[in-house]
């Protein structure tokens, strides 16, 4: 299988913005063992700007642009020496694709993505793809890894898209203000009724909540991929997502559509 893998901030990171070492370690692991075992794996990560918060002790996530664009510079190197390191320790090569919503934009920067992916993945390598922070204005923003994740699934044709986030999945009503909530396990069809469970969430740090996975859901799904919303807090559970066990909540690509 081909499988898209998008983890947030939140799963990466404490809220100082430090790593979550035990975390990520175990995500690497994991995603190295489903190489082995034949699945080609992209991995679209958050945490540039997360880590560079941590990294230049800032006391906050910025909310200016310069300060953000800074953060990611310095978070996004981080990031990537950490995914090399560890990767690294299980005989994978990693490989950074920083893009843009303009590339999507462009035929021929598009194809360029397309083809890049597919070489790399005929190598062995493994894909890390983030937004451009530094570079990505408001005219050219994708804005969050949900729906970059979603959009680099269509491109690459993927089987499966799983976005691990500090949410179980997508629940009837908020679990947050709601105790009686109930997790959603299959969701057969992203409707409006499905749409308007999309509350606003998110974390200190990172972007997105449960509205740009839902529209993440209804891209892949249209476009013959299912996508699966999971806890990313034990990345063990990988494995029963990939096996097609019920983890967390999933969305069924729409009938006769193949990736
Ligand atoms: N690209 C942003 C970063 O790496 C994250 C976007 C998101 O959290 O969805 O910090």
Known sequence: MRIVVKVGTSTLTYPTGHLNLRRVESLCRVLSDLKNAGHEIVLVSSGSIGMGVGKLSLPARPTDIPTKQAAAA???CELMY?????FSEYRHT???ILLTGSDFDHADRCFNFQNTVRRLLELGALPVVNENDTVATDEIVIGDNDTLGSIVAVNVGADLLILLSDIDGLYDADPHKDPSARLISVVPE???RILALGGESGSALGTGGMQTKLFAARRATAAGIDMVIANGADP???YDIVEGKPI???FLKKAGKEA
């Open 82 to 86: 950490t995914y090399d390191r560890l």
């Open 236 to 238: 063990e559970k990988l």
């Open 74 to 76: 310095v978070g996004q």
């Open 94 to 96: 990693v490989a950074q």
């Open 190 to 192: 992203v409707d409006e």
């Open 248 to 250: 967390g909540t999933r």
